[in-house]
């Protein structure tokens, strides 16, 4: 079992005429076939004013709409760049897709701030942006992450840094645990979808026995998901919060990494999670023992 | 980006956003002659840097001298300019090292009646832009926080829509005015946050905002800070960029496409990926080390970014000792190492240098770094290459 994605998710790449968009949309459909062989679970691209073409098989549409149309698509991965990436959400909202995964980079707070805001019309859910994807190890990878250091298990892993969840997933890894989903939730100021949320379908999903969670300075995020947790999860939940020599007032990368007016200190969220009942660990080379160890209580 | 307050006024005038008349001046002779066109009893000379804190702030060169001080001549204004320029303003917001004043902004005293705070943000919780103010004019508003929360009132608004007036009129009585004053609000405040919003801020602050004897609300300050992701769309921006504000190799590295932040410890930092990036600094605190910066090679580790990376790092003398953090996924470690042989050649790396790799092809990489009869310490794990490059610094 796993949470968003399954065996129904099929998946169009916009930007996909674009270097990393095709690059990425090959690698996924070389994991999607290894697990699922013969599912073609990759089903197209959208590149405006491209459609009809076909690049490496994937079949290229001008609109979202058509896409879903012709393919049954319920799932986009977005390569498109930040000028254009409020617009290609919204494209894919419109259109009815289920799950909008945005790995791009870099796009402006004020567009996530009107993108977030005129999402609650939609049943979708938008994960990113600024992020590696999400993974359900063994069905499908949707991202950039590399697919072999994921093995399927039964611990869900929600962080905001890409480097850091493989490094987590790696680890446990090493340790005999996989992943049921594992998912980047992005690095930036406003994103689509926060600890909670997740926290709330891993605790609802029987494939997941554990949580791990990777914070990061700056926001409140993770307080919000102590509390939630504290009150909501019965799973174990292991965590570990990056940052705690970053100097406040500076942005350490992600645009979202930033200790504003001495909030957002790597030490108030650890206090919170420990709080809540949750098993941090102090050095990032404790992730996974970590979560092991919050299993075992 | 940040910019200094006599930029951000120029700005709010062209939204109609009241501000006092003023004058950008670089020497005294201009003070002087600021304070004469200017045309009334008094006036203020203001550092400009980018910093808050200014008008408590001290220069090192001149312990008494304030970074903001009133005026009553052209001969005072003169004076003041000649010891400000050029000298080492040192505020709350500067740390112990201060800034150079290279400009000056001269503006017209006005009749104050009230001093109020305003700040606009993007809320990370509600996901959307709020105007923030408190009855406490000229305090920091993380003290007020701390010390009087009640006194903050705050309006979130949808990006989209901008403030509505009602808003504006809300907090106007909130915070006691009336009549033309509410009026006056009414303007002000729905004008800052369309600027706020139609010029990608992520941070707008007025502290103090005033409200004069007539009744007009007026901006005595500007402090304002833009989205550099949004910097695309705000070409002419660029040309408000100053430089000497910025640290040197900071202003290098964003050229380079690199992530770059200068700390005080004595362990250069190179890794992939923010987070990985940020924990590999705590690692090295973790195990008794310092480190000297937080740097994100990025995704790609190209030979161009690795060698410019090194280069950045090694500039700082401080440090002693350099830590590779890199977990190699798509992209792969052996091509990773392959840059990072490239650069070390190419930058003559004189400190120890202690290499942790991880993830795809890392048997093939770290062969190769075996057998490069290069002078490069290899760590086996996160906890291992912490250990060593503390270690590296013990003897």
Wanted: glycine share 12%; aromatic share 6%; charged share 20%.
């Amino acid at each position: 079992m796993s949470i968003l994605v399954d065996k129904n998710t099929r998946i169009i790449t916009q930007g996909i005429t674009g270097n990393a968009g095709l690059f990425h949309a090959q690698q996924c459909r070389i994991y999607a076939e290894e697990c699922q062989p013969g599912e073609n679970i990759l089903v197209g691209g959208v590149t405006p004013g491209k459609g009809g073409q076909e690049v490496d098989g994937f079949p290229v549409f001008n609109t979202v709409q058509e896409a879903v149309e012709k393919t049954g698509a319920n799932t986009t991965m977005i390569f498109v760049p930040p000028p254009f990436c409020a617009d290609a959400i919204l494209e894919a909202a419109d259109a009815g897709i289920e799950l909008i995964i945005t790995i791009t980079e870099g796009i402006p707070v004020m567009d996530m701030a009107k993108v977030k805001k005129k999402l609650e019309d939609y049943p979708c859910r938008l994960i990113g942006p600024n992020c590696p994807g999400v993974i359900t190890p063994g069905i499908a990878k949707i991202g950039i992450m590399p697919g072999y250091i994921h093995t399927p298990g039964k611990v869900g892993l929600i962080s905001k840094s890409g480097t850091l969840t493989y490094e987590a997933a790696w680890q446990l890894g090493n340790l005999g645990m996989g992943q049921s989903t594992a998912i980047g939730i992005g690095g930036d100021p406003i994103i689509g979808t926060n600890f909670i949320d997740l926290l709330d379908m891993f605790e609802d999903d029987p494939g997941t026995e554990a949580i791990l969670i990777i914070g990061e300075i700056g926001g409140t995020a993770e307080i919000d998901a102590a509390e939630y947790i504290k009150e909501y999860i019965t799973k174990p939940v292991g965590a570990f919060i990056a940052g705690r020599t970053a100097p406040p007032g500076k942005r350490m990368g992600h645009a979202g990494a930033i200790i504003s007016g001495g909030k957002g200190t790597t030490d108030e969220k650890i206090e919170a999670l420990e709080a809540a009942g949750v098993t941090v660990a102090q050095s990032p080379a404790d992730m996974g023992a970590a979560v092991k160890q919050a299993m075992e209580k | 980006m940040k910019i200094h307050e006599y930029q951000g006024k120029q700005l709010f005038r062209e939204y109609g956003i009241s501000v006092p008349r003023g004058i950008v001046v670089k020497s005294p002779e201009e003070a002087a002659a600021a304070f004469n066109e200017l045309g009334g009893s008094i006036a203020v000379v203001k550092s400009q840097i980018h910093a808050g804190g200014r008008g408590k702030g001290t220069f090192k060169e001149y312990p008494e001298q304030n970074g903001v001080v009133l005026v009553r001549s052209a001969e005072q204004a003169r004076e003041n300019a000649e010891k400000m320029l050029g000298s080492t303003l040192v505020t709350v917001q500067t740390g112990p090292e201060g800034k150079q004043v290279n400009t000056l902004f001269v503006e017209e005293g006005l009749d104050i009646a009230r001093e109020l705070y305003l700040g606009v943000v993007v809320d990370r919780e509600q996901n959307c832009p709020v105007l923030i103010m408190s009855s406490e004019g000229g305090m920091e508003i993380e003290v007020v926080a701390e010390e009087s929360p009640e006194k903050i009132l705050s309006e979130y608004f949808d990006a989209a829509l901008g403030l509505m007036p009602y808003q504006a009129r809300k907090l106007a009585f909130a915070l006691g005015m009336e009549g033309k004053t509410v009026r006056s609000a009414e303007k002000f405040l729905t004008k800052i946050c369309k600027f706020f919003v139609d010029n990608d801020c992520s941070m707008t602050e007025i502290n103090p905002l005033i409200v004069t004897g007539a009744g007009e609300l007026v901006a005595l300050d500007a402090k304002v800070t833009f989205d550099d992701n949004a910097l695309f769309r705000h070409k002419n921006f660029l040309e408000l960029r100053d430089l000497s504000e910025e640290d040197p190799a900071e202003v290098r590295a964003q050229k380079a496409g690199l992530s770059y932040v200068n700390l005080d410890g004595n362990i250069g930092c190179l890794v992939n990926g923010a987070g990985l990036a940020m924990s590999t600094m705590d690692l090295i605190k973790l195990h008794g080390g310092e480190p000297a910066n937080f740097l994100d090679v990025g995704g790609g580790a190209s030979v161009e970014a690795v060698t410019e990376a090194f280069q950045i790092i090694l500039a700082d003398d401080n440090v002693k000792a350099v830590l590779v953090n890199i977990f190699g996924g798509i992209m792969k470690c052996d091509i990773i190492v392959e840059a990072l042989m490239e650069a070390y050649d190419k930058v003559g790396i004189t400190v120890p240098l202690v290499v942790r790799l991880e993830g795809t092809n890392v048997e093939i990489a770290r062969e190769m770094l075996e057998k490069s009869g290069k002078d490069i310490i290899t760590a086996t794990d996160l906890t291992d290459a912490a250990k060593k490059v503390v270690g590296t610094l013990a003897g």
